[in-house]
């Protein structure tokens, strides 16, 4: 049925919406621009972003440059106030303190645990966020990683830094290829047909303003979306990226060996430009279209499963949902996590058997485990007072420590978190909620949204010859616990 309806918004579209049309109108599609501001070796990339961030001001629009720290730090080292002021008219955002040289990210986070991963992320990028922060006068609107340099303790990290966004393009972490939530932060991370660029002839421009258009209105289908675009202002100038030439396959030579990149000639620069500049103002000028930045993109996708406790209505769907498939839950117009579904449950057992009934829940965010249990129980049969008691532990633990554990204890004997959760949902879905309580199996459907790791995940040249994550990817996939889609914003 949900198919059949779909087809038909879509067929409406087409037969009944203009481009001006009330119903087209009502349905919002929104452009995010943004540009990884990172080239700090070549001179002539400073007056690269400084004319793009004058062509969104021309155009009274604005563009998110993500900006590395030693990038800013070279600005200001260089006298370029005038490039400083360019970019400040624009949004500005964060994108590591070195970018490529070694170690990055993945790399120095490959082999660290949760809490170890979080603290050295905050120390190395903490420091190029702070020279961010001096230059701008402003916090970074959102971080995304230097180049394929992804990793889960970023998002911790992020927490910290006060930064609600995670703004790039991998594909580590994916969501039907559309905005989603992990960790707590909202991420633009892979959109798959709504990440669009141009080259730089006209045929390719022409060719992208289409792509662009039949994008849009399957967006438009959807019920509003977002659509990512994203270069580099160095790639304007030059014929080989910076780092390419400096940090391939691990090499990471001291910076009075470092070499610039070899550059486009006066005429190809000028036609990227100018192929850049048509394709912005095609969008520009597109009806039903708003561009936006990074700063405005997290209010246009709220958490609505914070914004009003959830009923035991919303509950039961939980623990129903848990029976086929542990992972997001769709509650109408809200989405819980996987983490939330289990809290939410454990907040309903806590209470039951007390004087008075289970009402509203409401909750608070946690982080997945931060390990995966070493020992525990497969099968038993529990006591209600003692399973009441481990989901009581359960929610302390949280409270105390916004993560959840890696085994829940019940009754002296550890059990997993996912055989904990669906053993839960059954006992609520069916009203069991009294006598003896027979522990169930379960595993974590979420994790399929995180990739596994393999060589292709790892293909940014900067990294060494056969990089690899296993450790990290398996981290990574304990935060699952906490992802699901984002559901945009309807206009008021």
Known sequence: MRRFWSRVVVLSLVLFASPTGPLAAALPVYVTFWFDTEDFILPEADDAAMRLAEMFAARNVQATFKIVGEKARVLEERGRDDVIAALAKNDIAY???????????????????????????????????????????????????????????????????????????????????????????????????????????????????????????????????????????????????WDGVNFARGANPPRSQWKLPPMKSPQEQEQAFDAFEAFLDHIVRHAQTRLVTAREIPSLYPDRVYSRPLTQRDVQMIARAFRSELSYVDLGGKIASAAEGLLALAQTVAKAGGDSEAGDVALEFAYGPASAPQRFVTEGTYSFAAIREAARELLDIVQQTGQMPSVIWVAGEPVRPEDFAVTLAEAVASGGLSGDVALRRGELAAKKYVADDSPGLWGWVIFPEDFNAPHMMAVAKLQAWTIKPAVLRKPD
Request: proline share 5%; charged share 20%; hydrophobic share 30%.
């Open 95 to 241: 994108h590591s303190t070195y970018h490529s040289v070694h170690p990055t990210p993945s790399e120095y986070c490959r082999d660290l645990t949760w809490q170890e991963g979080v603290s050295e992320f905050i120390r190395r990028e903490g420091a190029g966020l702070g020279t961010l922060r001096k230059v701008f006068g402003v916090n970074a609107s959102c971080y995304g990683q230097p180049g394929g340099s992804w990793t889960p303790q970023s998002y911790a990290a992020l927490h910290a830094f006060d930064i609600p966004l995670y703004l790039d393009e991998t594909s580590h972490v994916n969501v039907s290829d559309r905005p989603f939530w992990y960790c707590g932060v909202l991420n633009i991370l892979r959109l798959g047909d709504a990440v669009i660029r141009t080259g730089w002839t006209d045929e390719e421009v022409k060719e992208a303003c289409e792509e662009f258009d039949r994008v849009h209105h399957k967006l438009l289908g959807e019920g509003g979306g977002i659509i990512s675009i994203y270069y580099h202002p160095c790639e304007f100038i030059h014929r080989q990226f």
